[in-house]
């Protein structure tokens, strides 16, 4: 997985490619998090439109991301998921543990809604 970031109206947006499969994965995104948490950032959405392929772990990361944000007092939404891993987001029941958006620009102006 490759990771990188851009600004969108004061919402950090993480672009995300490849596969996300935990391992290596994990680590490099539980970083990039924490590393926006501590300068402050906590309006995250990670744009998953180049993620071609996720397993298990690669949901347990998101879920993580999503803890760590919360429980700094952020949120992270999701955007621009491709159609299998909506089919596996919706299977596992976590399309209702997201907020998801079909674009990046959607999930960025949601924040200030």
Known sequence: MEISKRTIDGVVVLDLSGKIMGGPDASAFNDELHQLVEAGEKKIVA????????????????????????????????????????????????VNVFDMYDTVDQAAASFNE
């Open 47 to 94: 744009d998953l439109s180049r993620v071609n392929w996720m397993n298990s772990s690669g949901l347990g990361i998101l879920i993580s991301a999503l803890t760590t944000m919360r429980n700094a007092g952020g949120e992270m939404k999701i955007a621009a998921v491709t159609d299998s891993i909506k089919r596996l987001m919706t299977i596992t029941k976590l």
